[in-house]
């Protein structure tokens, strides 16, 4: 598979001899019968911002909170800078949480919440001073330290808990849904912001998200996780691009999935018979799989075109009525029923504000796509 | 990173407390647990079983009055003496029947007389304003907290021949005679809606103000009728408040003792009163031990209907 | 919905129900004569007669007494319960500790009060312990009902709470007795007071338990007053229902005024 080629030095998960700085190994945990975190093994590298993605009931949550120490782990090991995590309380460990419902102290100022870490630390009086003013400077809060945290708006209060979590200057960050108790315009601003900060400071993030979009371009890397497994590791572009199973190309952004049988397996082109798509399908590499294997091609709305004429072509090109286009702006989206009654969706920019010769409702469409333009899933 | 290595430093006070009682053998977690546990366990489980064994001796002149249940014996054989004679005295005795039928009878009325007048007044405070809920709920509660033995004498004062009631509808001419209230059936049921109105209001509110409402809205929108509303819509919704309600008011009223003495007659009998009298008076322990046991038995429904009325409001919450 | 006239004169006769006998009480506890239901002009005499009566003074002061001391028991033991309950998970004997400390609640004074009494008298001929029947023999049976109550208070306070507050502190370096202190106590500590002031109201006015469980010499303001009132209406009795109802009206307005300033704590 072609991957983008980045310098290898900024990416240390790219690096076979780099040392992780958080190694999951195996972990498991139970409630009962119910498998939160099955069997999973991850390793994230320092200065990290990675995305722990997946539904409700993924189990994402759960590890991260076994990291931070609030769930006990049933089997396997968690390290941190190389410390076997399994005996030390949350209280000892050198990992800061930011929680989603932000769990400010209502009885206590902002200025004291900020500090409660660094007093319980035993730092001298001068000190917490210093570095609370810092913070308070950081998250632009310093007009609101004496308030309590109800007297703070909701953009404000998520500031004041990353400012709290950020006091102890730990080695590793949770953060669990941070923006998501924000609305859409101020997450934005705030998610820039953040990866701005963890950049300043260099520390460790581990984001836990239900918002691909939020994963997508907070992250140096994602975890898609289902089910207490994780499903895929990689890169934002990785995980979009190259989906590993249909279960991510389905979770992350929109698909159109075809199942088919392959008929032609050669070392640089394989050729797929796929009825539901109503055309052969040809993949411009090799992959690993047998003749006659039943698998599934995903390709992306965008990378699909539409024309009234038919391409030149005997493969990757299909055809069927416009059902629906919805109009959002920047672009459309294409509902589009083939003859096999499986339903396409298909993107187009609106780069010209008017054309009076656009594909509309009721057209006859054939519908092509290039032969690196969908991924390739055996799962 | 400066100083980024993070040492945990526990106060010393705090240290302090943790390590004595670690020395006494106690994690705090089991000291939390143990200490309202054996509490409980001392000073509530066991005086039911004494109060069952008690209802199994028999009575006998002198300190404590009861015969022993165990017995060594010069043998050392044990002996076991189980009295169920003062179970069958209950039984034989029509005093004691007509008391448990009477009780559970005048807690019923009282209850239904409540819900009745508590039903309006949850219901409006749950759609009054909502600054002024608080007050109104406030206003429920706050005879609450006045003494419950003033607020029964109060009735007396209301109720009596020479009281307030008879003065003023003989002032106005309406009678000529007093009208006699208390010491009546009747002066019992106003006393017990009076002191346990507050306990059927409170989860009637629970329940309707949680209700949105759109449901009635939407409902009227369907087509119901206000009142094929309420029965359709509101009454099913609030049963949990209904049932925990109503139970508030008639476990207590069964057991009461303070109304029945002081507004009843000398023929409201009401088993709470048996009890007082027999233990009191007769100083017969085994017998109103026993008067005990059956109440408890007689209580076993209402108790589990409530606490089935108060699990389905908390699931419904979570 | 028709907003008819029905509902608020109902409720309105409800709330007339619920305060005429109350405001009754006050009104004659200022009038002249003996008879407590015709007027005939005002006068202190009773309050004057009420405090000259050493029996109700003594009494009185004998049920704070018993009422401090068991509020206070009551609360910390209601508190640990409400903690085991809530924040402890699971552990043996937890759906008996549950219903031993809810079942209080729905056993008829009558039970309870003969169950302790049965309890000391056994104890006393085993142990020698509590020797007699008075102010400890009141406090343990008044604690035990009382902390069932201080129980339902707190646990639904400790569940209210936001369970990640805690987390939070223990992320932050604190160690779960200091997590305590710091943070559950002071958010909880609303449901603490109202937990004590509830259980000493309900001690103060308790009658049929403290009847069962107290001994010679030891009456109670409730049992004083019973005895008072069995034998018909007493104007003094008007006069400290009056000063009872004056005291509780100003906590009770003063604990909303407090609760209304005070922002809530979620």
């Known amino acids: 598979m072609k991957k983008p080629q980045i310098a290898a030095d900024t990416r240390p998960w790219r690096d076979v001899d780099a040392k992780p700085f958080v190694r999951i190994a195996n972990v498991t945990k139970t409630f009962g019968d119910v498998y939160a975190v099955d069997d999973v093994s991850l390793d994230i590298y320092k200065g990290e911002l990675f995305c722990l993605l997946g539904g409700s009931g993924s189990g994402k949550s759960t590890l991260l909170r076994m990291l931070a120490g ?54 001298p009086k001068g000190e917490i001073a210093d570095r609370v003013a810092e913070l308070l400077k950081l998250t632009r809060l310093e007009n609101f330290k004496a308030r309590k ?113 392959v008929t032609e397996d050669e070392d640089d082109h394989i050729r797929i018979a796929s009825q539901e798509a109503g055309c052969d399908i040809y993949v411009g590499h090799g992959v690993d799989c047998a003749p006659e ?72 469409v054939y519908i092509s796509w290039a032969s690196d333009a969908g991924a390739v899933l055996t799962s | 990173m400066s100083t980024g290595v993070v040492q945990p430093r526990p106060g010393r006070i705090w240290g302090f407390i943790a390590n004595a009682l670690r020395r006494m053998g106690l994690s705090g977690r089991t000291a939390i647990i143990l200490a309202p546990t054996l509490w409980l366990v001392i000073f509530f489980l066991i005086p039911l079983i004494v109060v069952f064994k008690i209802a199994l001796s028999a009575f006998a002149m002198g300190r404590p009055p009861y015969l022993p249940m165990f017995e060594w014996g010069a043998d050392e054989s044990l002996t076991i003496t189980l009295h169920f004679s003062n179970f069958l005295f209950l039984v034989r005795d029509s005093l004691y029947a007509n008391a448990y039928i009477n009780s559970v009878r005048i807690a019923a009325i009282s209850t239904i007389i409540a819900l009745v007048i508590a039903y309006p007044m949850a219901w409006f405070i749950a759609r009054s304003e909502e600054k002024h809920r608080n ?23 209301f109720l009596g021949r020479n009281g307030i ?59 119901a009728r206000p009142f094929v509303t309420f029965l359709t819509v509101i009454l099913p919704l609030s049963l949990p408040g209904i049932i925990a309600g109503s139970m508030l008011v008639f476990i207590p009223a069964i057991g009461e003792f303070v109304i029945p003495s002081l507004l009843g007659g000398a023929d409201t009998l009401m088993i709470g009163r048996v009890l007082w009298d027999e233990f009191f008076a007769n100083r017969d322990w085994p017998v109103a031990s026993a008067v005990a046991i059956v109440m408890l038995i007689i209580l076993i429904i209402p108790i589990m209907l409530l606490s089935i009325a108060q699990n389905a409001v908390v699931e419904k919450n979570q | 919905m028709r907003r008819g006239l029905a509902l608020p004169i109902i409720a309105v006769l409800g709330f007339a129900f619920l305060y005429a006998p109350i405001i009754s009480l006050v009104v004659f506890s200022f009038n002249e004569s003996r008879l407590v239901t015709v007027w005939t002009g005002f006068s202190l005499q009773w309050y004057a007669a009420l405090f000259q009566d050493s029996q109700i003074v003594s009494a009185a002061i004998l049920s704070l007494q018993i009422a401090a001391t068991s509020a206070t028991i009551a609360t910390v033991l209601g508190t640990l319960a409400g903690l085991a309950l809530t924040r402890l998970g699971r552990f043996r004997g937890k759906t008996a500790l549950t219903g031993m400390v809810s079942a209080p609640l729905v056993m008829p004074e009558v039970i309870t009060g003969l169950s302790l009494l049965l309890l000391f008298v056994a104890m006393e001929a085993t142990f020698g312990w509590p020797s007699g029947r008075g102010f400890t023999t009141i ?47 002071p958010i909880i500590s609303p449901a603490l007071i109202s937990g004590w002031l509830l259980a000493f109201t309900l001690s103060l006015d308790d009658l049929v338990i403290a009847s069962f469980v107290s001994g010679p010499g030891s009456s109670t303001l409730p049992m004083v007053i019973f005895s008072k009132i069995r034998l018909g209406v007493s104007p003094d009795v008007n006069a400290l229902a009056t000063i009872i109802i004056v005291v509780v009206a100003i906590g009770v307005a003063g604990a909303t005024w407090f609760g209304m300033r005070k922002p809530k704590n979620r």
């Not at chain 1, 705030?190 to 701005?196: D, M, N, R, S």
């Not at chain 1, 939020?214 to 898609?224: K, N, Q, W, Y």
């Not at chain 3, 306070?157 to 106590?185: H, K, N, Q, Y």
């Open chain 2, 135 to 157: 007050l109104l709920l406030m206003l429920v509660i706050l005879p609450f907290w006045t003494s419950f033995l003033l607020r029964v004498y109060a009735w007396m004062g």
């Open chain 2, 165 to 223: 009631i008879n003065n003023t509808l003989m002032g106005l001419g309406i009678i000529d005679e007093p009208l006699v209230m208390l010491q009546t059936e009747g002066a019992v049921f106003v006393g017990i809606v009076y002191t346990y109105l507050p306990f059927m209001v409170l989860p009637l509110y629970t329940a309707l103000v949680k209700l949105d409402q759109s449901l009635i809205e939407a409902s009227a929108d369907l087509g």
């Open chain 1, 70 to 123: 609030f769930e006990t782990i049933t089997s396997g090991t968690i390290e941190i800078d190389g410390q076997d995590m399994a005996n030390v309380p949350p209280y000892e460990r050198p990992v800061n949480m930011m929680f989603q419902s932000y769990a400010l102290f209502p009885h206590m100022s902002v200025e004291n919440n900020i500090a409660y870490g660094l007093k319980r630390e035993g730092l």
């Open chain 3, 139 to 185: 406090v343990l049976a008044h604690t035990t009902f009382c902390m069932a109550y201080v129980t339902v208070v707190v646990r639904s306070r400790l569940i209210d709470m936001d369970r990640s507050l805690d987390e939070a502190a223990m992320d932050l370096g604190a160690t779960p007795l200091r997590v305590f202190f710091d943070i559950t106590l």
């Open chain 1, 293 to 364: 294997q039943i698998l599934w091609y995903a390709v992306r709305p965008e990378k699909m075109v539409l024309s009234r004429e038919r391409p030149e072509g005997d493969a990757n090109i299909t055809h069927g009525f416009v059902q629906d286009v919805a109009y959002l702006g920047d672009m459309s989206v294409f509902r589009i029923l083939l003859d096999s009654g499986k339903r396409v969706h298909v993107t187009q920019t609106n780069s010209s504000r008017y054309d009076p010769d656009a594909i509309s409702w009721d057209e006859k």
């Open chain 1, 149 to 261: 945290p109800h007297q703070l708006s909701g953009g404000q209060r998520q500031r004041v808990a990353l400012a709290r979590a950020l006091a102890k200057r730990p080695k590793l960050l949770l953060l669990d849904e941070p923006l998501g108790a924000l609305d859409k315009k101020l997450r934005e601003d705030t998610q820039y912001e953040l990866v701005k900060i963890q950049e300043t400071l260099g520390v460790t993030f581990v984001v836990v998200t239900h918002d691909q979009e939020e994963a997508m371009s907070l992250a140096t890397r994602i975890g898609v996780m289902t089910d207490g497994k994780i499903a895929q590791i990689g890169e934002p572009q990785e995980i979009y691009e190259f989906p590993n199973s249909r279960f991510v190309a389905g979770f992350v952004g929109s698909v159109n999935m075809f199942e088919g049988t």
